[in-house]
Nanobody
Framework: QVQLVESGGGLVQAGGSLRLSCAAS????????MGWFRQAPGKQRELVAT???????NYVDSVKGRFTISRDNAKNTVYLQMNSLKPEDTAVYYC?????????????????WGQGTQVTVSS
């Protein structure tokens, strides 16, 4: 049984930083892509960043240069370092486990999801 558990969300002022973590269990973690998505109230879930099983990363334009996704296969954990946070980054952030080693950009390409962690950026 695959489980993803996120942590690290919270309230931060604009310009601040947070580091999200997602611990995975129940699958050989290193073989699969991982992604971070977010969903703000009244909006659709959107891609934030992905990392393939090979370690190749991809970001949505709005977070490029501010967010960094990484993975530690020995710990079965994926991270999202978020710097220079803006109020528009406020959302529930979800990690997701892909079905292949390659990282897709659509939520439908990810089979397993965490429960989400709230990130709130005040102005």
């Amino acid at each position: 049984q695959v489980q993803l558990v996120e942590s690290g969300g919270g309230l931060v002022q604009a310009g601040g930083s947070l580091r999200l973590s997602c611990a995975a269990s129940g699958r050989t973690f290193s073989r699969y892509a991982m992604g971070w998505f977010r969903q703000a109230p009244g909006k659709q879930r959107e891609l934030v960043a992905t990392i393939s099983g090979y370690g190749v990363t991809n970001y949505v334009d709005s977070v490029k240069g501010r967010f960094t996704i990484s993975r530690d296969n020995a710990k079965n954990t994926v991270y999202l370092q978020m710097n220079s946070l803006k109020p528009e980054d406020t959302a529930v952030y979800y990690c997701a486990l892909g079905s292949t080693v390659l990282a897709g950009r659509r939520p439908g390409e990810y089979n397993y999801w965490g429960q989400g962690t709230q990130v709130t950026v005040s102005s």
